[in-house]
């Protein structure tokens, strides 16, 4: 009898702690969707586009990476205060960035030369780069004396031929600057503002393995249908007292063509703006591609392996991820080396919110080339938006290079978004970015930092930093 009563005693005080702990746990998500909800009603007004996503696969995502991204975000409640701080020395270090971008030298097509010797099997511009200014003033100003297709692929580009012989690629716009883009990290048409500001990226972060990248106005009456090819011209149709093409590719169509706009501070038009960059020259730096290791499958429903396998790096360490190819084994980089190459484009990516890298290039007469960051057009689409499992190489295989975690902690305290603001500036396109996508550059690195210290609870700091 009195175990029986000792056992109805217990289980009422079982069943009322977890009558609380509901209780709580629903009052909580209560105030949190206020908080949400008030955090909404705080941000400026932006336009909204929606882009259509497979609500089943983005579903899997959340639930095949909530661990990982779980941790991450509690980290973050927990950050030292080292990461909130300025660094006293930052903008002196980074001041010759600022100066590269004065224009030092007369315009020239024959600047572009330089370009060519610039390139290394690690970067695409050297530090410090004292040309690079008047380089991307004549990449905007050089007569174009050819204009096509640009092969085949997904979205709408042009191949500049410019006066000197030497080509640029060209993307044209296709959302206004306070356009928000809500969907998957891959969706929508590329934004040429995002790839400008992708390049001056790149070399804040201390990782310029972007193609050297500016923005760019057409006129499309007097610089491109004077010059096009025939295939290309076939593309040009009237939208009322528009000028506009649609190009060749697959989702190319008539019924969605890019127009030229009338601006009346530049004397009229029609004006086609887009982002413009610096083609590498096929016979003298050719390029390889290899299949990402993390790449997404874009079905619904199907996952990748590195996003239900939690041992994916250590496969890829063993040698046991076939798919990777000449990346890892036919280089000449070591395998620990090809991997820090992808934890470096996956926090550059995680910063641009570019989560379409599902391929990437590297030089094919330098065993040794780095990972280049080519292709950036699906980034800075959402700053509300953080998606972590960008970050998957990085939280996976708990490594990175010492120069980069360097160079992290250099912009912390609210440095990343204001020195790429300020390294905008001089763009004729200016601004390129709206106000949210400094702050999200600002917060996403926080996220960054709190993953390496997730890192590091179970691991030394020597095994997560490595210098190489």
């Known amino acids: 009898m009195k175990f029986r009563r000792k056992y109805t005693i217990t289980s009422l005080i079982v069943f009322m702690i977890f009558f609380l702990s509901a209780n709580l746990y629903f009052v909580q998500i209560l105030f949190n969707d206020k908080r949400i909800d008030s955090d909404e009603s705080t941000k400026p007004e932006v336009k909204k586009t929606s882009i259509a996503q497979p609500a089943v696969a983005t579903s899997h995502i959340k639930f095949a990476t909530i661990y990982a991204t779980k941790k991450i975000k509690e980290k973050l409640n927990f ?9 006293k020395i930052s903008y002196s270090v980074l001041k010759h960035l600022f100066d590269d971008l004065n224009e030092t030298l007369p315009l020239s097509s024959g600047l572009f030369s330089i370009a060519d010797k610039w390139a290394t099997p690690e970067k695409l511009v050297p530090t410090p780069a004292p040309a690079l200014g008047s380089l991307l003033r004549s990449l905007c100003t050089s007569r174009i004396v050819k204009a096509e297709i640009s092969g085949k692929g997904t979205q709408l580009k042009l191949m500049l031929t410019l006066e000197g012989g030497k080509f640029g690629l ?144 250590l496969r890829i360490r063993e040698g046991q991820h076939l798919s990777a190819g000449k990346l890892f084994s036919g280089s000449g980089r070591k395998v620990q080396d090809r991997l820090l190459d992808l934890v470096d484009a996956s926090i550059f990516d995680f910063l641009i919110g570019n989560g379409d890298r599902h391929h990437v290039e590297t030089f094919q007469r330098f065993s040794n080339s780095m990972v280049l960051l080519i292709d950036n057009g699906k980034s800075f689409g959402n700053p509300y938006d953080d998606h972590l499992d960008i970050l998957a190489p990085l939280y996976q295989c708990c490594i990175l290079r010492h120069k980069t975690w360097e160079r992290l902690l250099l912009l912390s305290g609210g440095v990343l978004g204001e020195a790429l603001e300020r390294l905008l500036r001089p763009s ?24 390496v210290e997730t890192c590091l609870d179970n691991k030394t700091m020597e095994s997560v930093i490595i210098d190489s």
Not at 79 to 87: E, F, M, Q, V
């Open 79 to 87: 950050l030292s205060s080292k990461y909130y701080k300025r660094n």
């Open 170 to 313: 060209f993307k044209p716009q296709w959302y206004e600057r306070n356009e928000v883009l809500w969907g998957p990290s891959f969706g929508g048409k590329d934004r040429h503002n995002g790839e400008v500001a992708a390049f001056h990226l790149s070399l804040l972060l201390g990782l310029p393995r972007v193609p050297i990248t500016v923005g760019r106005r057409l006129h499309l009456p007097l610089e491109i249908v004077p010059v096009a090819t025939n295939a290309l011209g076939k593309t040009f149709i009237n939208n009322g007292s528009a000028t506009c093409f649609y190009g060749v590719c697959l989702y190319c169509t008539p019924k969605e063509p890019v127009c030229g706009k009338t601006l009346d501070h530049l004397g009229g038009g029609p004006y086609l703006e887009g982002a413009l960059s610096l083609w590498l020259p096929p016979n003298l730096l050719p390029l390889q591609r290899h299949r990402s290791p993390w790449q997404r499958t874009y079905q619904p429903g199907k996952l990748a392996r590195w996003e239900v396998n939690k041992d994916y790096c």
């Open 428 to 451: 004729h396109l200016a601004p390129l970015l709206s106000p949210p996508h400094y702050v999200a550059l600002n917060r996403r690195l926080l996220h960054v930092y709190a993953a």
